[in-house]
Nanobody
Framework: VQLQASGGGLVQAGGSLRLSCAAS????????MGWFRQAPGKEREFVASIGSSGGSADYADSVKGRVTISRDNARNTVYLQMNSLKADDTGIYYC????????????WGQGTEVTVSS
């Protein structure tokens, strides 16, 4: 199993970024996926998740209305579109694979860094 996150970078507050996570080594289309982030000096936190078919999504309150998670099962890729970025969105963003039965995450990507300047 491999999860390769990309798309991070430096952006001004109010700007947008689109993160991508390319998956390989497993049947991507049958797994829910999630995005998490870890800010400097803080614990990793949940950002968003999406069901296997893309029909359901869940978001952390801190990003609702600003972030959209989506997926392309033909490309084995999950995306995180982030708009109206704030300094508090700064951190390393990780994608992860979710185990349906336990609702826990078993594989994690290496992360992509997002820095929002205020």
């Amino acid at each position: 199993v491999q999860l390769q996150a990309s798309g991070g970078g430096l952006v001004q507050a109010g700007g947008s970024l689109r993160l991508s996570c390319a998956a390989s080594g497993f049947a991507f289309s049958v797994y829910s996926m999630g995005w998490f982030r870890q800010a400097p000096g803080k614990e990793r936190e949940f950002v968003a998740s999406i069901g296997s078919s893309g029909g359901s999504a869940d978001y952390a309150d801190s990003v609702k209305g600003r972030v959209t998670i989506s997926r392309d099962n033909a490309r084995n890729t999950v995306y995180l579109q982030m708009n109206s970025l704030k300094a508090d969105d700064t951190g390393i963003y990780y994608c992860a694979r979710r185990i349906w039965i336990t609702r826990t995450y078993d594989y994690w990507g290496q992360g992509t860094e997002v820095t929002v300047s205020s």
